[in-house]
């Protein structure tokens, strides 16, 4: 008999009413974006297993187009990355244990070329790598939450990016906290939010009209 995972059983008790329709890893059930984080330090050993996991993300012709700039809470980069957010997304922000700005590159030369050429996918793969990241944490017993309220010009600016580099999104890791932490207009909203039925974003052969 297979025991079961430590982990993946404490994230089965996290997913609250959620459920999946076919069996699937208690890793995709359990996983969620906090906004409560205790704000205590991320250690080097969790922090980079989580930029491993991306790293092994697919991505077209392996060009491996993403980027990650980061700043740990207490440091002053983390100040200047965190003033780049949305006053909604700084409120619970300025809890997380760390903040990465996410980046695509399409420039990439393909294998057996000289030449550069601009990847369509860059955007996507990047997203493949975030989601890597993001069940790592998981995994390891923490949470993320990916943001795209932020001023990418001023991101740019503090994060020193090039312009051929494409912001996709700023994340905030941490250790859940507890909900009572945030504003009483955001407690009820820290818990897992439901899915799609499979009917809904599923289709045999092609997409219906008003898919």
């Known amino acids: 008999m297979t025991k079961t995972n430590p982990d993946l059983a404490a994230l089965v008790s996290e997913a609250g009413e959620r459920s999946a329709g076919t069996p699937v890893s208690s890793l995709f059930i359990g996983r ?3 906004r409560a984080m205790t704000g205590e330090p991320i250690p080097d050993e969790i922090l980079f297993a989580l930029f491993e996991a991306a790293r092994f993300a697919p991505s077209s012709y392996n060009s491996q187009p993403w980027r990650f ?29 760390a903040l990465v700005l996410i980046a695509s590159k399409a420039a990439f030369t393909p294998p057996g070329q000289k030449e550069q050429a ?23 017993g923490w ?7 932020f001023d990418k010009e001023r991101a740019r600016v503090a994060a020193r990016a090039a312009e051929s580099l494409k912001l996709e999104a700023m994340i905030a890791i941490g250790r859940r906290g507890d909900a009572s932490s945030l504003p009483a207009d955001r407690q009820p909203l820290e818990k897992p939010n439901g ?10 052969g092609g997409f219906p009209d008003d898919c």
Do not use: H, Y
């Not at 601009?118 to 993001?134: E, I, V, Y």
């Open 143 to 149: 949470t993320t939450r990916a943001m795209g309220g």
């Open 195 to 204: 899915r799609k039925a499979i009917a809904d974003i599923v289709f045999a």
């Open 32 to 34: 969620w974006s906090s």
């Open 69 to 97: 700039a980061f700043a740990r809470r207490g440091e002053p980069d983390f100040d200047k990355f965190f003033a780049c957010l949305s006053e909604m997304n700084q409120v619970w922000a300025k809890q997380a244990s």
């Open 118 to 140: 601009s990847s369509a996918s860059a955007s996507f793969d990047t997203g493949a790598a975030w989601a890597s990241l993001a069940f790592q944490a998981a995994l390891l």
